[in-house]
């Protein structure tokens, strides 16, 4: 088993910055890729970002693209998402997971945390 933590989520203006962190414990973090979904009021969850096991290779959506940035340490068990130039339409709640496949799909997910909720006023 994997647990997941999101934290670092708040309330922002528009075009400001927000650093989410993800903590991992149980299994070695370092055996799973990790990503970011999001799901805004009435809307269906949707991928942000993805980040390979090794941090070698990431890929994001492009409503984020250049905005964001998914990193990930290793030693600490923790996955990052750097949020830059934050807009209203980015309000949602961010989720963290992790699993054995680099994926946009987040059915193929493993584990996922509880969500940390992002507000971004205009």
């Known amino acids: 088993q994997v647990q997941l933590v999101e934290s670092g989520g708040g309330l922002v203006q528009a075009g400001g910055s927000l650093r989410l962190s993800c903590a991992a414990s149980?299994?070695?973090?370092?055996?799973?890729?990790a990503s970011w979904f999001r799901q805004a009021p009435g809307k269906e969850r949707e991928f942000v970002a993805v980040i390979s096991s090794s941090g070698s290779s990431t890929h994001y959506a492009d409503s984020v693209k250049g905005r964001f940035t998914i990193s990930r340490e290793n030693a600490k068990n923790t996955v990052y998402l750097q949020m830059n130039s934050l807009s209203p339409e980015d309000t949602a709640v961010y989720y963290c997971?992790?699993?054995?496949?680099?994926?946009?799909?987040?059915?193929?997910?493993?584990?996922r945390g509880q969500g940390t909720q992002v507000t971004v006023s205009s």
């Open positions: 149980g299994r070695p973090f370092s055996n799973y890729a």
């Open positions: 997971n992790a699993g054995p496949d680099y994926s946009i799909y987040e059915f193929t997910y493993t584990y």
